[in-house]
């Protein structure tokens, strides 16, 4: 058995987190379904305030759209389709609760502050503006916020692995 120089064993632990980087950037899928997710928000929002007697019949059309993108995006086939070649295990995510407030806590606040703002200052057609905010986060923070909570799940796995290693592999 060869023992490796410290540059060889550098370059492999470098070749093996690109190759998590690229599978974690993989996972957060194409840009243009998020940008085509925003825009479509900001669209039903526009539209239920401009017309409001379409908002009757307008949601039930919305939420099925969603209803098949999400589970387009849970399929093989269908996540290669819209361009996201590589999926994420549920099991290799966190359940617990606090991971997932985590990730609805920026929705609720735009949710929030949103409607209290529009409350306040008695902004006539708010929903529009509502809509643009959420679409503008979809757009830009929504990608970034999912790369962010894949690479802080990718590293509390590291962290553990590392505790195991220290116990001897006793949980």
Known sequence: MTV?????AAAALRTVRQGKEQVIRSAAGS????IGSGLALFAYCAAI??????????LWPFLLVCLGLSFALRT?????????????SNRSLSV?????????????????????????????????YYGALAGLYVMFLGPRFQLWLLRRQNEGRQNKGR???????RA
Do not use: C, F, Y
Not at 31 to 34: C, E, I, T
Not at 96 to 124: Q, T
Not at 163 to 169: F, I, T
């Open 31 to 34: 840009r243009w379904l998020w």
């Open 96 to 128: 617990g609760l606090g991971w997932r407030l985590l990730r609805m806590v920026p929705v609720l606040a735009i949710g929030i502050v949103g409607a209290l703002l529009i409350a306040l200052l008695h902004v006539p057609h708010g929903g529009i």
């Open 163 to 169: 505790q195991d290693e220290v116990s001897g592999g």
């Open 49 to 58: 305030d401009l017309v409001p007697a379409v908002r009757d019949w307008l």
């Open 76 to 88: 093989r086939s269908g996540g290669t389709l819209l361009g996201r070649s590589v999926g994420v």
């Open 4 to 8: 490796p120089t410290p540059e060889e």
